[in-house]
């Protein structure tokens, strides 16, 4: 079995923010050499997603809109967390609903994906550097 | 919701995948913070989100059950984590914590942890 690792790193100028990285998860499965298999993308903080939808700018805001609305972020007060100093409180439960992670299956070298899948980094505490994990393993 | 941190894996494994699931549908596996301001933040969302109160709120409940609102709390936080494994350790950031979150407790439940990898 071979595995393959690589870190993306990222650095959003705002505190939210979506990006697609299906071409980087691609360069690294050409890359890996793999066939048959899985790959685990995952966000490596913790008020961040990975999650796979549509790239179209109009659902992003629409997301947008909707997450703040679940999970305000003002009043920032109104979150224990940030009784410790933080204010990202509401990026905790951001993620939550956008999910940690997605696992891909890998046929034929390829991403097995449907017709519209495109992966995403979301970012819901951004403006510092944050990481995201490939992993692919299989043969 | 209770956390209970999972201190696991520390197994023979070298590259593999770790997959950690909730075997009931009223509880999750999630990866947050441990810290327990944002733990006390989750209930209370979620309670907002899909409140227990009313029961009779839910056709779910009708059957004689009252736990409509875990399985939807469930949903929000997910039912499982697949965590990298590299060089025999969790490949975690910083943070990253595993959880079981529990919305309708007071019963024995369990958590499957399977590796999958060399």
Not at chain 1, 7 to 19: A, D, I, K
Not at chain 1, 93 to 111: F, H, N, W
């Amino acid at each position: 079995m071979k595995s393959f690792r690589k870190e993306l790193w990222f650095n959003l100028p705002t505190r939210l923010g979506f990006v697609n990285i299906t071409p980087q998860v691609e360069a690294c499965l050409q890359e890996s050499g793999i066939m048959e298999g899985l790959s685990l993308i995952s966000a490596m903080h913790i008020t961040a997603s990975v999650f796979i939808n549509d790239d179209e700018s109009g659902l992003h805001q629409d997301y947008e809109h909707w997450l703040e609305e679940l999970a305000p972020h003002e009043p920032t007060s109104h979150y224990k967390h940030n009784q410790t100093g933080e204010d990202n409180a509401d990026a905790h439960l951001k993620r939550q609903i956008m999910g940690r992670e997605v696992v891909i299956a890998v046929t034929d070298g390829k991403l097995d994906f449907g017709p519209w899948e495109q992966i995403f980094y979301g970012e819901f505490d951004g403006r510092r550097r944050k990481r995201v994990l490939i992993k692919i393993i299989g043969e | 919701m209770i956390g209970v941190k999972l201190g696991l894996v520390k197994s023979q494994s070298g590259n593999c995948d770790g997959l950690v699931n909730a075997m009931h549908i009223t509880a999750s596996v999630f990866i947050n913070d441990d810290e327990s301001g944002l733990h006390n933040d989750y209930e209370k969302w979620l309670e907002k989100l899909a409140p227990h109160e009313p029961v009779s709120g839910y056709r779910h409940n009708d059957t004689g059950e009252d736990n409509a609102d875990a399985h939807m709390k469930r949903q929000v936080m997910g039912r499982e984590v697949v965590v990298a494994v590299t060089n025999g350790q969790l490949d975690f950031g910083t943070w990253e914590q595993i959880f079981y979150g529990e919305f309708d407790g007071r019963r024995r439940k369990r958590v499957l942890v399977k590796l999958i990898g060399e």
